[in-house]
C-alpha cells in the first residue's frame, strides 16, 4: 500500500471520529434542551402559584375594609336611582356591579319573565285611586300573610323618601298622618318653593335628614372637598328652614354608587368626623328602575324585599314629580305591611344601621 493511500485513511478515519462526536452532541443538545426548558418552565409555574396563594392568603386576612352591598337596579350599583341620577350613570359603562358583585344579594331576583297572575293588592272598595288592580309583579313568589304566630316577633319598616321636598310632599304627609306612622325624608335643595314642604315635614313628627344639595355626581363627588361642601350645604339649609341640626345623611346614589370620583372611604370618613350617620336600604319600591310599575307592582317589590330581611326593612322610595305611582300606592303598602304585622318607625339613634359600604 502506498504511502498516500495510508494517509488518506488516517485522514478519513479522523473526520468519521470528529463527525461522531458532532452528531453526539447535536443529540445531546436536541434531548437535553427541551428537557431544561420544561424544567425551567415548571419550576416558574410553580413560583407562580406560590405567589398566587399567598397574594390570595393576604387578601383574606386583610380586614381594613368591611364591603356589604345589596343591589337590585338593572345595570346599576344601587338599589334605586332617581331620573337625574340615571343620566348622570348613562356616562359611565353600566356592566359593573351588581350585576357582578354587588350584587349577588339582589341580581339574582330581577324581575324577568311572568308569574300567572295573583290577587290585586289594592281591594277594589278603595276610593283613594292607589291603582289598577293589577297582577302582582313578574318573577317574584308572591308574599302571603303571616298567621297569628308568626306576628308575634313583629318587625319594623322603615318608609324612607329621597329626593324631595315637591308638590308631592304634602300628599304624602297627609297619607302617613292618615295612618298614623312616621317616615324619614331625605331631602335636597329644591329650590326656595319647596322649603317650606321642610318646615311640614318637621311640624308634622317625622325625621328630616341630608340627601344633597345639588344631587349631580359631577359636583357631589368631583373632589372630596367638593362632597364636603355639599354636605355641608344642605346641612346648612335645613337647619336655617326647620331649626333641625340633623344628623342623619344618604349619599346620592348609596354609598355602592360607581361614579364617584373620590374614594367613598373618604367620604364616609369625613361624615364619621362630622358625627354624622348614613344610611343606606335593603328594601324599596323600585320606582326609580326604567321600568313603568303599576301602583300594585310597586307594592309587591316592597313586600318582596321585606320578606327577604332577616330582621327590619329600610325602604327606598322617592317623592318627586316622576313617581306619581308611589302616592297611588302607598296607602295600600301601608295597610298590607300592617296586615302582616309589620309596625313603622322613622330613622333616630336606636334606628338599625344599613349601609351598603361600612367603614
Known sequence: MSEKNSNEKKFNKKIRKVGGIIACLIAVAVFCIPVGLCIKLSMNIGELNDESERLLSDRSVDKSTNVSIFTTEEDTSFFALSERD??????????????????????????????????????????????????????????STPTDGEKETEKVVYLTFDDGPTANTSEILDILDEEGIKATFFVCDTGAANYDGMKEIVKRGHTIGMHSLSHEYDIVYADLDSFKNDVEGIHDLILKETGVDTKYYRFPGGSSNQVSNVSMYECIGYLNSKGYTYYDWNALNEDASEVDYTPDELIENVLYYVSMNEGDSMVLMHDNPDHENTIRSLKALIKKLKEMGYTFKAIDDDAPLVQHVSY
Do not use: C, H, M, W
Open 86 to 143: 340615571r343620566s348622570a350613570y348613562e356616562k359611565i359603562e353600566k356592566d359593573t356591579n351588581e350585576a357582578n358583585a354587588l350584587f349577588a344579594y339582589a341580581s339574582e331576583n330581577d324581575s324577568t319573565g311572568s308569574n300567572a297572575e295573583n290577587d290585586s293588592l289594592l281591594q277594589s272598595d278603595n276610593n283613594d285611586g292607589t291603582g289598577s288592580g293589577d297582577s302582582a309583579i313578574s318573577g317574584k313568589e308572591p308574599v
